[in-house]
């Protein structure tokens, strides 16, 4: 499977240091062979997938063009957006 970030996906990667970010990293890979490993999420976010790293939180949604699209990779520590 593809692994495709949108954009606020990569922009939240892009702020994440070493080592937390190749445990992310090794996370988004592990999507790959294994695209259910995330527990299905209800509500808003009903369709999406969501995965724990540490203190972030990795939603994603699975793709009938055999592609995972990860919408966002949160800092759980933050506040969410307004």
């Not at 080592?19 to 527990?39: C, D, K, N, Q, T």
């Not at 203190?55 to 800092?75: G, K």
């Amino acid at each position: 499977m593809k692994i495709l970030l949108l954009p606020q996906a990569q922009e939240d990667l892009d702020r994440v240091a070493e080592p937390l970010l190749g445990r992310i990293v090794r996370r988004l890979e592990s999507l790959r062979e294994f695209p259910e490993l995330g527990a299905p999420m209800l509500g808003s976010f009903s369709g999406c997938r969501s995965t724990v790293v540490d203190f972030f939180r990795i939603v994603y949604r699975i793709l009938p063009s055999a592609s995972i699209e990860v919408a966002y990779i949160r800092d759980c520590r933050r506040r969410p957006p307004a």
